[in-house]
T-cell receptor, first 114, second 111 residues
Framework: NAGVTQTPKFQVLKTGQSMTLQCAQD?????MSWYRQDPGMGLRLIHY???????DQGEVPNGYNVSRSTTEDFPLRLLSAAPSQTSVYFC?????????????FGPGTRLTVT | GNSVTQMEGPVTLSEEAFLTINCTYT??????LFWYVQYPGEGLQLLLK?????DKGSNKGFEATYRKETTSFHLEKGSVQVSDSAVYFC??????????FGQGTELSVKP
């Protein structure tokens, strides 16, 4: 199993550009989520999905879109990048129905918006 | 609402020193509690967990006990190593499965 994979590892964007961060998992997990990590703020939930075709907003959804057409993939789209979106982005997954709720994280994408 | 508060870092220790990283939480009911670790340049990994009051989670020499009466889940290790240098996150989850993280505590262990 590759676990949770994310591409790219690093990305530099100019203000106003759009891009998609890719996330895939091969563990057949129903639940997937996106977080951003900023210094001194821990990880904050952007969007999450409890299964294919179902997505919902987290704590900081503005400026980001998601879709979930398959169980395996959960891309995160930045529609018009802003410097405030400079951050490290983590995708995570877990099976539903697990009482322990342990999540598995990808290696992250470091995004810089200039 | 639900929240997690950790002691501020960075924490700098010498090898073989005793480690405590404080974590307290605010939540109704009985959340599950976690410690995640992030090594430099990597994603987060689950270090240990506890799902009910008085449970003790342990892994790799680290321990944390779920204290309902003090709403705490402090992380401890008796003798740290240089390889333990990382950022440690305390987190809780309630029904529905959304993780809520503390702000993270950076640990640096010097030889």
């Amino acid at each position: 199993n590759a676990g949770v994979t994310q591409t790219p590892k690093f990305q530099v964007l100019k203000t106003g550009q759009s891009m998609t961060l890719q996330c895939a998992q091969d563990m057949n997990h129903e639940y997937m989520s996106w977080y951003r990590q900023d210094p001194g703020m821990g990880l904050r939930l952007i969007h999450y999905s409890v299964g294919a075709g179902i997505t919902d907003q987290g704590e900081v959804p503005n400026g980001y879109n998601v879709s979930r057409s398959t169980t395996e993939d959960f891309p995160l789209r930045l529609l018009s990048a802003a410097p405030s979106q400079t951050s490290v982005y983590f995708c995570a997954s877990r099976p539903t129905g697990e009482s322990s709720y342990e999540q598995y994280f990808g290696p992250g994408t470091r995004l810089t918006v200039t | 609402g639900n929240s997690v508060t950790q002691m501020e870092g960075p924490v700098t220790l010498s090898e073989e020193a005793f480690l405590t990283i404080n974590c307290t939480y605010t939540a109704t009911g009985y959340p599950s509690l976690f410690w995640y670790v992030q090594y430099p340049g990597e994603g987060l990994q689950l270090l240990l967990k506890a799902t009910k009051a008085d449970d003790k989670g342990s892994n790799k020499g680290f321990e944390a006990t779920y204290r309902k009466e003090t709403t705490s889940f402090h992380l401890e290790k008796g003798s740290v190593q240089v390889s333990d240098s990382a950022v440690y996150f305390c987190a809780l989850v309630k029904q529905g499965g959304k993780l809520i993280f503390g702000q993270g505590t950076e640990l640096s262990v010097k030889p």
